[in-house]
């Protein structure tokens, strides 16, 4: 047994209760979790998702990851148990509650808060004292996510980003930005320190890349290239008004080229920076040969083991690395006699209590975030139950956004967006408006307030079931279900489209296909809903709050699941 492998055993135990020395205790809880060898000579660091947390927090993994057809038992469609057999985790262990959900308060008040910049930029510096000229790659969503990356446009992400050595990134929620401040950003904050990438983006009019597809590097005797894939389906999944003359999609074929681009110039290695998803990212490496690995973002799914996806090629190594500031993922490459020989992953949790924070990276964070202090820190109630947002239908934080839009805006049925972003609390915690906006901040907040009929809200949730449960994953998106209050439905996720919604009830009652509801939401993807009025979710949410001091736990407001007994993405 490895001298890691060990300590991770006696983790389990401290965990356990156990007793033992603190001072070892705590060295064997968490410091061992960086104790990584180097390998090879080409390494890269990797972060994506991390949602504007420069700050340690608390984020729960789920319970309900479900994957249908070919999707069904394999990664990243595990929760729970299942995850930890799988990737041959230690059930107690440090590793455990990093990527699962189990015992979670518990494991939580053991293992303390994870991510902060502070803290993964001193893993980084120590990671690269090991690993020279070791480059780092931001995956993207790393300027929205919380109230102080709202009210400066993400400057406090692009300075800390920048501050944290970022050397390429590709894009998402960037864009909901709009375009001209992205491209601000890439001209002055960027210029000659981070290239952003993204072979899938281009001009609606002659089809031009908007922003380079690669970047070749010379790294310690070694030519590798990095490209880069923006999310999809942005004008899809955020309002197509914050980037009118620019065109996505998956761009396969513009993908192909480029391999063959940078293969022909001598990389040794090709990396697909990538921001598609895990399960867009697994058919994409069936499909298109002659990438080593894809580092991927999107689904903020922590998949502890990487998937080895057989291609023409040869094959290709699939990752992705959890949000939040929570993971940093180490690729290790040997490179040699013009070839890739062998490499190595690991994805490393970043836990605040055994990283010491970085003075320069902490003194920034405090200067950003000074003139917003009194406003963030304002407290708005207690909360008596564990509040998160992760799942595919439903989370305790939803579910207050679900019943304040429903109470506030007075209406029988409340929609929220499937969201995979948004901190947890634990119990007995302080909410305040910065936790608000951890779950609420974006650029087009209004909560709407309109009248639908039985048969139009059926094909709404139709549609979503059918982005989340399609089985082709070109067809998905990445987030979840949209959250339903107020009323109840069922929900088989192996049927067709227009069959997997059924028997939706209000108060106990089925719904009158022809009869108009009221039905409260927010996040309008519609232009015109700008102009329209509509009160800001978050003001929604603060309303609700202040009327409820002490906020019970919520009652989660789920589907009734048919088919799905036995999947190892729901425990």
Known sequence: MRRREFLEVLAAAAAAGLPMASGVASATRLDALYDLPRFGNVHLLHFTDCHAQ???????????????????????????????????????????HAFAHLDYVAAARTYGKVGGFAHLATLIKRLKGDRPNAFLLDGGDSWQGSATALWTQGQDMIDACKE?????????????????????????????????????????????????????????????????????????????????????????DALRSVVQDVRDKGAQAVVLLSHNGMDVDLKLARRVAGIDVILGGHTHDGVPLPVRV??????????????????????????????????????????????????????????????????LTEPLAVTEGLLYRRGNFNGTWDQVILDALMQVRDADIAFSPGFRWGTTLL????????????????????????????????NILEDVA???????????????MVRVGGMTYRCDPNAKIGARIFDMRLHGKPMDASKRYVVAGWAPVAEEARAAGHPPVWDVVEAYLKTQPRLKAPVLNQPMLIGVRGNPGIA
């Open 466 to 480: 059918d982005n989340l449960f399609n089985p082709d994953p070109y067809y998905q998106q990445g987030g979840d």
């Open 54 to 96: 420069l700050l340690p927090i608390y984020f729960r993994e789920p319970n309900v990851n479900l994957g249908i057809a070919d999707a069904t038992g394999k990664p990243p469609h595990l929760v729970g148990e299942a995850l930890l057999r799988h990737a041959g985790i230690t059930p107690g262990s440090p590793r455990a």
């Open 310 to 375: 057989p291609n023409a090629s040869g094959g290709t190594l699939v990752t992705n690395a959890g949000s939040h500031g929570k993971f940093l993922g180490v690729l290790d490459m040997d490179i040699r006699q013009g070839r890739l020989k062998d490499m190595r992953y690991t994805l490393l949790p970043v836990f605040a209590n055994a990283l010491t924070p970085d003075a320069r990276m902490s003194a920034l964070i405090e200067r950003v975030r000074a003139p917003f202090a009194h406003r």
């Open 164 to 252: 944290l050595g970022v050397d390429v990134m590709t894009m998402h929620w960037e864009f909901t930005y709009g375009a001209e401040r992205v491209k601000h950003v890439i001209e002055h904050d960027f210029k000659g320190q981070i290239d952003v990438l993204a072979q899938n983006v281009k001009t609606a009019d002659f089809g031009d890349d908007v922003f380079p597809a690669y970047t070749m590097r010379e790294i310690n005797g070694a030519t590798i290239a990095i490209i880069g894939q923006a999310f999809p389906y942005t004008p899809i999944a955020n309002p197509r008004y914050f980037t009118p003359e620019w065109t996505f999609g998956i761009q396969e």
């Open 427 to 458: 119990p007995n915690s302080t909410i305040t408006r910065e936790h608000v906006m951890d779950q609420t901040a974006i650029t087009y907040p209004h909560a709407t307030r309109t009248e639908l009929t039985g048969e139009s809200i059926k």
